[in-house]
């Protein structure tokens, strides 16, 4: 279980790392937005501004899934498995999280070969400035392989451990309060 303990605290780092990842691609969102007002006032035309947009978005969105995931922000069914007890509350947790741990390596899966297949074939966005399409794909394809690794993660814990490692509301709620105290 030592060793379980270890990995799960790597993966969280690995999560954490994704998120602080995930923030630098919304900033560059909204420096590219910016950046995208400010030429237009100028009626200067930068090819690929609005395209690239659209990629940090997308990056920014599924690398911060698995984050978002393990500190319980994602909706969840959580109102149904809080009107369970005992037994049928743990077979509950089980299936949810073994339905997104299978959609989620499937997904992951498939966004790896499409990236690797846009690879393969010098696929180019149809805007002006015909970015590879593999470059930004590559950054959804891996955000999505986190977030599966994620759901294995919280399957393996709940299974394994009896807790999945994603923050219920509860405890969201006991943060919370720990924090406007904090704040005074």
Known sequence: MAYLARLGRALD???????????????????????????????????????????????SSFLAM?????????????????????????????????????????????????SWISYRFEERSESADATLLWIPQTAVSVGATILAIAFVHSLAEAAFLGKSGIQEPEEQGAETAAIEEAIG
């Open 66 to 114: 698995a984050y978002t995931l393990r500190q319980g922000e994602h909706i969840r069914v959580g109102m149904l498995i809080a009107q369970l007890k005992g037994r049928a509350r743990r077979i509950a947790v089980l299936w949810c999280l073994a339905a997104a741990s299978g959609i989620g390596v499937w997904f992951s899966w498939y966004l790896v070969r499409m």
């Open 13 to 59: 780092r690995l999560y954490m790392a994704a998120g602080y990842l995930a923030a630098a691609f919304l900033v560059a969102l909204g420096c590219l937005v910016l950046a995208s007002i400010v030429t237009r006032l100028m009626s200067v035309y930068v090819a690929g501004l609005t395209a690239y947009s659209g990629y940090c978005m997308a990056a």
